[in-house]
């Protein structure tokens, strides 16, 4: 019964977060078009999907990933050896974020630009191997990302020294890397911290703070996001050198 509350409190909290989307559409739709939107029964039924939908996600994360990420964290906490848990890191940010779709969606239709703007080949083969290039260079960033930011935790380095020396990297290579590169380096630190990579990384982020001696999961335990998003528009800038 509880699950169940849970689950019920979940499909109303979905319903709140739409409530504005739906509100500003029919805004337009109403007032400044002026028109009925076409097929609205269809859009009806996708509303209702899409509120089972991230209700189910949510409720999923939240029984399954979270607890996941912190456990093995504070598990490998307990055990004493930094290589495996900052081999642990490592593994989780890569595949985490190799199996982003989003990542994979921003990816394929760069590669489809690219070729349209004769930057590489228009064939297949070459639209593939471009794609794969940036989600391979997005993932290891993740990685290293993530890696860093365990390390910061265990040797409690401030988080601020970091980001700030990140972006000011960020700012120099802008200035090298190709014009047609920048931007989707830019995007790559968003696209990443989506819907797989953010809950487990938080997970680990709080699960291992929480667990080391002298650490704060309020102040330690979050700030792995914002290395996961500053690290893959450095990688992805220096690639875009590379490549081009």
């Known amino acids: 019964m509880a699950a169940f509350g849970k689950l019920l409190h979940s499909l109303l909290s979905s319903f709140k977060d739409l409530v504005p989307i739906i509100l500003v559409v029919s805004f337009f739709e109403i007032f400044i078009l ?27 994360l939240e029984m399954g990933l979270f607890p996941i990420g912190e456990s093995l964290a504070q598990a490998l906490a307990r055990k004493g ?17 190799l ?12 590669a489809q630009v690219a070729a349209e703007g004769g930057m590489i080949n228009t064939g297949q083969a070459s639209m593939d191997h471009y794609a794969m290039g940036l989600r391979l260079t997005v993932a290891i960033a993740v990685g290293l990302a993530i890696l860093l930011g365990v390390v910061r935790i265990l040797k409690g380095w401030p988080i601020h020294y970091l980001i700030i020396g990140g972006y000011v990297t960020v700012m120099i290579l802008t200035c090298f890397a190709p014009e047609s590169i920048i931007g989707i380096a830019y995007d790559s630190g968003g696209v990443t911290t989506s819907t797989i990579t953010v809950p487990l990384v938080t997970a680990l982020g709080i699960g291992l703070s929480s667990v080391i001696k002298g650490r704060n999961p309020m102040l330690d335990g979050f700030g792995l996001i ?19």
């Open 34 to 60: 002026q028109q009925a939107p076409t097929d609205l029964l269809s859009i009806l039924i996708g509303l209702v999907f899409i509120i089972f939908g991230l209700s189910f996600f949510v409720f999923g």
């Open 81 to 97: 050896s930094i290589f495996w848990l900052v081999l642990f890191s490592f593994s989780l940010g890569f595949g985490t974020t």
């Open 99 to 110: 199996a982003e779709p989003a990542l994979t969606a921003v990816a394929n239709q760069a």
């Open 226 to 244: 914002a290395f996961a998003s500053l690290t893959p528009m450095i990688f992805v800038l220096v690639y875009g050198m590379w490549v081009f």
